[in-house]
T-cell receptor, first 119, second 113 residues
């Protein structure tokens, strides 16, 4: 069964360093998402991406964050200068989008997450 | 801004018992509602998706209901098993014209053998 994959599973970095988290969405999906979950807290929406553009972003997704689909399969989240408070589990998700009907009706499929630890 | 609340925060039941998890949301203009399961340190596994026009969905021992007008959903688990032990998350899509999922904090379920 197709699934969303994410690499690495765990990333440790020093404060101020840049990190890139990678996701491979399900192959025929069109909408892509990043969420994060700080330990013990709710899962929070960061950004959605469609047709090589950000379609929606939250207040958390400031200038330190960027997303990119560099090729036909990968979807990346970059944090330019990490802070201690960026330590969290980051989840990628995708939906079929138009191919599977209006996006409002689609089930979101999540990857296993990348645990980011900022020291 | 959409807010999702889940009650109770934690629940411990003996094996075989039927149980109900509750979810409420503040903005009833949602497109759909998803229930997820999360094991410790792991990702999110989608259990059920209910469209805003539906009243309930069933999958095996799981049944989810949705009362959109009152902003409530319940997840019913029949004949609970130790393997059901996990955190169950409720998430709604929409509210205020948004297509983002807004999550509750979850209910941590422990099924005692």
């Amino acid at each position: 069964e197709p699934e969303v994959t994410q690499t690495p599973s765990h990333q440790v970095t020093q404060m101020g360093q840049e990190v890139i988290l990678r996701c491979v969405p399900i192959s025929n999906h069109l909408y892509f998402y990043w969420y994060r979950q700080i330990l013990g807290q709710k899962v929070e929406f960061l950004v959605s991406f469609y047709n090589n553009e950000i379609s929606e972003k939250s207040e958390i997704f400031d200038d330190q964050f960027s997303v990119e689909r560099p090729d036909g399969s990968n979807f990346t989240l970059k944090i330019r200068s990490t802070k201690l408070e960026d330590s969290a589990m980051y989840f990628c998700a995708s939906i079929p989008g138009l191919a599977g009907g209006p996006r409002a009706y689609n089930e979101q499929f999540f990857g296993p997450g990348t645990r980011l630890t900022v020291l | 801004k959409q807010e999702v609340t889940q009650i109770p925060a934690a629940l411990s039941v003996p094996e075989g018992e039927n149980l109900v998890l509750n979810c409420s949301f503040t903005d009833s203009a949602i497109y759909n509602l998803q229930w997820f399961r999360q094991d410790p340190g792991k990702g999110l596994t989608s259990l059920l998706l209910i469209q805003s026009s539906q009243r309930e969905q069933t999958s095996g021992r799981l049944n989810a209901s949705l009362d959109k007008s009152s902003g409530r959903s319940t997840l019913y688990i029949a004949a609970s098993q130790p393997g059901d032990s996990a955190t169950y998350l409720c998430a709604v899509l929409g509210g205020a014209g948004s297509y983002q999922l807004t999550f509750g904090k979850g209910t941590k379920l422990s099924v005692i053998p």
